[in-house]
């Protein structure tokens, strides 16, 4: 396959992951805050969000297969710019309709770049490409979460001039990231020959007769419910418990520390424990950070228990990329990442319509309660994932 000349698909790769993800943490940083500033209550919250969890959700296998047959490099493009234009349009928003707008230009960006980076990058390399994705993908995570410490106070300072600059500021830094990627980017691609239909079908039928594929895929979905209530609801929490709005961009800078942090550990750390094990170790932590919230009685209580979800999050994503990445096969990496995250969305779009109800009438510690449960079983789900990783492998050996 060529070679880029100027830069290597490892570089390439942790600039992009980098480039793409520090507008979103900009964006992140006063999302729900945001919301909460221009009138909406939780239900509606979840309505909007829904619209993105469900819009990735449909179109993500199909925009998958897209990657895999028209070019991984033209997917990354359009999914760059999509959620560009959505960021812009949300820090225009003041009423529901246009938030939800925003809300489906970001979630089909996101299913246009689900996989495909990832495969893309997979599909570069050549030898040692498990040693080097490992690396790789420590790396990247460690850097985009160091410049998510920058965004933090990036945010703030925006922020303080008007609560819109974020937003905006976020999708003009993606439609600046989408050219650079049109320019230095090699086009991969996996099977372009099969049809769509055969395609999907034969996609389906290799998650089906994988035991692994299978409770791996439940494992990650399960992971992501538990997720969404850390993201749906710390910045309110956060609030509640006292903070200042003003300081929730210097939380959250402390907050990308710690993940960025064990990114970079995630990747010595794999050195000497499995990244299967990691794995699934990474959500029990989850669920204490969750357990340490329910019961916090004061801010720095509640910013304890966050930074043990941000250990999690910092162990939890690197490793999950290695793992499904050395499961599925080259020719349809994109399209069965792409099935991963279908699932993910489409549960967490259904699952946010019936939680943002329940924490306007419930207290959100008791929330809390919920998300420790889902984190647990995501960690048993994710065990129960590398018992039958570790049985394929021995058998193959065979």
């Not at 419930?362 to 420790?372: C, E, G, N, P």
Request: charged content about 15%; overall charge positive.
């Amino acid at each position: 396959m060529a070679k880029n000349r100027v830069f290597s698909a490892s570089q390439l790769f942790v600039g992009l992951t980098v480039l793409t993800n520090f507008p979103f943490f900009i964006f992140s940083a006063y999302y729900i805050a945001f919301l909460k500033f221009n009138g909406l209550n939780y239900t509606e919250m979840g309505i909007i969000f829904a619209v993105s969890a469900i819009t990735t959700g449909v179109l993500d296998f199909p925009t998958g297969n897209f990657a895999d047959r028209y070019g991984r490099k033209k997917s990354i493009v359009f999914a760059t710019v999509s959620v560009g234009f959505g960021m812009i349009l949300y820090g225009m928003a003041r009423e529901i309709v246009t938030f939800a707008v925003g809300e489906f230009f970001v979630g089909l960006g996101a299913a246009l770049m689900s996989g495909s980076l990832e495969a893309w990058f997979y599909d570069e390399l050549q030898d040692d490409a498990e040693q080097k994705a490992a690396g790789t993908f420590g790396m990247g995570m460690g850097l985009m979460n160091i410049t998510a410490i920058l965004a933090g106070f990036f945010a703030t300072f925006l922020a303080k001039v008007n609560v819109s600059l974020p937003f905006l500021a976020s999708g003009g830094f993606l439609l600046v990231t989408a050219l650079l990627a049109s320019l230095l980017l090699n086009e991969n691609y996996g099977e372009r020959r099969t049809p769509y239909t055969a395609f999907l079908k034969e996609a389906f039928s290799k998650v089906s007769e994988s035991d692994t594929l299978k409770w791996l895929v439940a494992g990650i979905a399960m992971f992501n419910v538990a997720y969404l209530f850390y993201m749906f609801t710390y910045q309110p929490f956060l609030l509640k418990k006292g903070l200042d709005i003003v300081f929730l961009g210097w939380v959250f800078s402390l907050l990308m520390f710690v993940r960025a942090l064990f990114s970079f550990l995630s990747g010595f750390l794999g050195k000497r424990i499995s990244y299967t094990k990691l794995n699934y170790w990474a959500p029990v932590i989850l669920g204490m950070g969750y357990t340490v919230m329910a019961i916090a009685q004061n801010i720095i209580t509640a910013v304890i228990g966050l930074i043990l979800i941000e250990v999690c999050i910092g162990l939890w994503f690197p490793t999950s990329m290695v793992w499904r990445n050395e499961i599925i096969s080259s020719s349809h990496r994109a399209t069965l990442l792409s099935f991963i995250s279908t699932l993910s969305s489409l549960i967490m779009g259904v699952f946010v319509l019936v939680i943002g109800p329940i924490i306007d009438i419930w207290m959100l510690s008791r929330i809390y309660f919920i998300a420790v449960i889902f984190s647990l079983l995501s960690a048993l789900i994710l065990h129960r994932a590398s018992v039958m990783y570790r049985r394929d492998r021995s058998i193959s050996l065979e």
